[in-house]
């Protein structure tokens, strides 16, 4: 099965709304790291948090490491946010590679 | 700091044909990873590097495709036969694997389509 599962698939928001992105996976992770690609675009690192909960700017992450879950949390979403955000896990301390779940396709109405 | 750097941006190649992709991590980078992204299958690892050593290449078909990191500042990706069902974009990153934490950035792919 698959080790990185992000929900939803899609997301359909109003300006201003505020969005919840999730990511379970099936080991413990080492390290975890948030990405956004706009469409055609590159990856952009987001927040790298493997536990506990960081914050920048209009973005919170919070990591339950026992409970293998990652949050994304985007405050008062603007239409430039549209686009996919994908959670990224280590499994192994020290592993190297990134094993990506499907991502959620955010799109963000004005 | 112009991030990692991956040329070219689009390659053409006609079935059978060698294709090679380069990377320029970011200077100061001891990491360089390789992946492979489709619509169908997603983001997939290919291999890395520690230290321009080949660290693991568990993702990488054995057959026709090599990497190679001759120094700190480059790694290529080649693709021997190149086929249809190769076609996708690959994206190459680098990181400072610093302990205790690091984290990937990535380059802004090349986008291979073999015809």
């Known amino acids: 099965g698959q080790q990185v599962q992000q929900s939803p698939a899609s997301l359909v928001l109003q300006e201003g709304e505020n969005a919840e992105l999730q990511c379970n996976f099936s080991s413990t992770a080492t390290q975890l790291q948030w990405f956004y690609q706009s469409p055609g675009g590159s990856l952009v690192s987001l927040l790298s948090n493997p536990s506990g909960t960081k914050h920048t700017g209009r973005l919170t992450s919070t990591t339950v490491t026992k409970e293998r879950r990652s949050s994304l949390h985007i405050s008062s979403s603007q239409t430039t946010d549209s686009g996919t955000y994908l959670c990224a896990i280590e499994m192994n301390y020290n592993q190297g590679k990134l094993i990506f779940g499907q991502g959620t396709k955010l799109s963000i109405k004005p | 700091n112009a991030g990692v750097i991956q040329t070219p941006r689009h390659k053409v190649t006609g079935k059978g044909q060698e294709a090679t992709l380069w990377c320029e991590p970011i200077?100061?980078?001891?990491?360089v990873f390789w992946y492979r992204q489709t619509i169908v299958q997603g983001l997939e690892f290919l291999t890395y590097?520690?230290?321009?050593?080949?660290?693991?290449d568990s993702g990488m078909p054995k057959e026709r495709f090599s990497a190679q990191m001759p120094n700190q500042s480059h790694s290529t990706l080649k693709i021997q036969s190149t086929q249809p069902q190769d076609s996708a974009v690959y994206l190459c990153a680098s990181s400072s694997w610093d302990w205790g934490g690091y984290e990937q950035y990535f380059g802004p792919g090349t986008r291979l389509t073999v015809l």
């Open positions: 590097f520690r230290n321009q050593a080949p660290i693991d």
């Open positions: 200077s100061g980078h001891s990491a």
